[in-house]
């Protein structure tokens, strides 16, 4: 890979985690109004219909996506992360967000760090360093507090819980979209969000879920193209390009941006507890982010291009893939079928 193609891959890397922390505000401010599976489902479905737009623009101007397609083998690993990461998460994340303010679920939500680190350590034997530890048990401490609800029953708030609870699940998506990341992205995306998506309304259906009104469902679809499906192209395409370890650090980021994002659009402001755990966990995720999950430096970050404008950067995507069969950069190896490392 060329230096201008790892600085697009870092480029799409850091677009990936500003696009979904529009998510956590976004769906907040809608959530008085829609239901939560209701909501789910439309803002997957405008995930997918914007992505399939955004494949049709490209194929008219003669820019295709290319890459290696969803073949057999892929579909285990793409319906574990339509039902993980894209029905069970958010719609758990949207029951959360009722029951908690959108700063403290975006700052819960840094605990995805902590599962996909200890995922990749376990099922995938990945090393984690002595810094990556101390960074994880900062993110950890601060989750804790931020759990603690004195007034409750059990003195740990329901909606907190559900947000780590999420955080897991997306943990567990991860390493499952390591495998997706070999194919054509913008499929992937589409197969994903639109599955999702339609599933979620035919259960908002049944479950007797009112369709909300025509303006509610147009600003559904427009965050749900933006938070879902352009974070969801930028990320498997960082991925191509950087490898799982190097993406999911920068990717990072993006619970603090939803913290900032919710203070800004929302007006919420922080209690103290809040407070007094932001610096805590802010520490634990620029740990993370200036270091690899192999407990190697972080490689210096590379000069960056004059940034193109959207439509342009969309058209990069298809930029050389990793080859169909072999493993992203930074990602382990694992065994075939019949026994050889691929």
Same mark, same amino acid.
């Given at each position: 890979?060329?230096?201008?193609?790892?600085?697009?891959?870092? !480029?799409?890397?850091?677009?990936?985690?500003?696009?979904?922390?529009v998510?956590?505000?976004?769906?907040?401010?809608?959530?008085?109004?829609?239901?939560?599976l209701?909501?789910?489902?439309?803002?997957?479905?405008? $995930?997918?219909?914007?992505?399939?737009?955004?494949? /049709?623009?490209?194929?008219?101007?003669?820019?295709?996506?290319?890459?290696?397609?969803?073949?057999?083998?892929?579909?285990?690993?793409?319906?574990?992360?339509?039902?993980? /990461?894209?029905?069970? /998460? %958010?719609?758990l994340?949207?029951?959360?967000?009722?029951?908690?303010?959108?700063?403290?679920?975006?700052?819960?939500?840094? !605990?995805?760090?902590v599962?996909?680190?200890?995922?990749?350590?376990?099922?995938?034997?990945?090393?984690?360093? +002595? +810094?990556?530890?101390?960074?994880l048990g900062?993110?950890?401490?601060?989750?804790l507090?931020?759990?603690?609800? @004195?007034?409750?029953?059990?003195?740990?708030?329901?909606?907190?819980?559900?947000?780590?609870?999420?955080?897991?699940?997306?943990?567990?998506?991860?390493?499952?979209?390591?495998?997706?990341? +070999?194919?054509? @992205?913008?499929?992937?995306?589409?197969?994903?969000?639109?599955?999702?998506?339609?599933?979620?309304?035919a259960?908002?259906?049944?479950? /007797?879920? %009112?369709?909300?009104?025509?303006?509610?469902? #147009?600003?559904?679809?427009c965050?749900? !193209?933006?938070?879902?499906?352009?974070?969801?192209l930028?990320?498997l395409?960082?991925?191509?390009?950087?490898?799982?370890?190097?993406?999911?650090?920068?990717?990072?980021?993006?619970?603090?941006?939803?913290t900032?994002?919710?203070?800004?659009?929302?007006?919420?402001?922080?209690?103290l507890?809040? !407070?007094?755990?932001? @610096?805590?966990?802010?520490?634990?995720?620029?740990?993370?982010?200036?270091?690899?999950?192999?407990?190697?430096?972080?490689?210096?970050?590379?000069?960056f291009? +004059?940034?193109? #404008?959207?439509?342009?950067?969309?058209?990069?995507l298809?930029?050389?893939?990793? %080859?169909?069969?072999?493993? $992203?950069?930074?990602? @382990?190896?694992h065994?075939g079928?019949?026994?050889?490392?691929?």
């Amino acid at each position: 890979m060329t230096g201008s193609d790892h600085s697009i891959a870092i !480029f799409f890397a850091i677009s990936a985690a500003f696009v979904f922390a529009v998510s956590i505000p976004g769906s907040k401010s809608m959530l008085g109004g829609v239901a939560p599976l209701m909501l789910a489902g439309l803002l997957y479905l405008g $995930a997918g219909a914007g992505i399939a737009g955004v494949l /049709g623009a490209a194929a008219a101007a003669r820019r295709p996506f290319r890459g290696p397609p969803i073949a057999r083998a892929d579909l285990p690993w793409l319906a574990g992360s339509v039902i993980i /990461g894209s029905v069970v /998460g %958010p719609v758990l994340l949207l029951w959360s967000l009722e029951r908690t303010t959108g700063t403290t679920a975006s700052m819960l939500l840094s !605990f995805e760090a902590v599962a996909a680190a200890l995922i990749a350590c376990v099922v995938f034997g990945e090393l984690i360093s +002595r +810094r990556v530890w101390m960074a994880l048990g900062c993110i950890t401490a601060a989750c804790l507090a931020l759990s603690y609800a @004195p007034g409750s029953e059990t003195g740990v708030s329901p909606g907190a819980l559900g947000v780590l609870a999420v955080a897991v699940l997306w943990g567990f998506a991860a390493s499952i979209n390591r495998r997706l990341s +070999r194919c054509e @992205p913008g499929r992937v995306v589409v197969v994903k969000c639109l599955a999702a998506g339609l599933a979620m309304l035919a259960a908002a259906t049944l479950a /007797g879920e %009112p369709l909300p009104a025509a303006g509610t469902v #147009a600003a559904a679809l427009c965050i749900g !193209f933006v938070a879902y499906g352009l974070s969801n192209l930028f990320l498997l395409r960082a991925l191509r390009g950087l490898g799982a370890a190097r993406t999911s650090s920068i990717y990072g980021i993006y619970p603090l941006l939803g913290t900032l994002l919710s203070v800004a659009l929302l007006g919420e402001v922080p209690d103290l507890l809040a !407070f007094a755990t932001l @610096p805590v966990m802010a520490a634990g995720v620029v740990l993370i982010i200036t270091e690899s999950s192999t407990g190697t430096p972080a490689p210096r970050p590379a000069r960056f291009p +004059r940034l193109p #404008a959207l439509p342009q950067a969309l058209l990069l995507l298809h930029l050389p893939a990793v %080859p169909h069969g072999s493993a $992203a950069a930074g990602d @382990p190896p694992h065994q075939g079928e019949d026994g050889t490392v691929v």
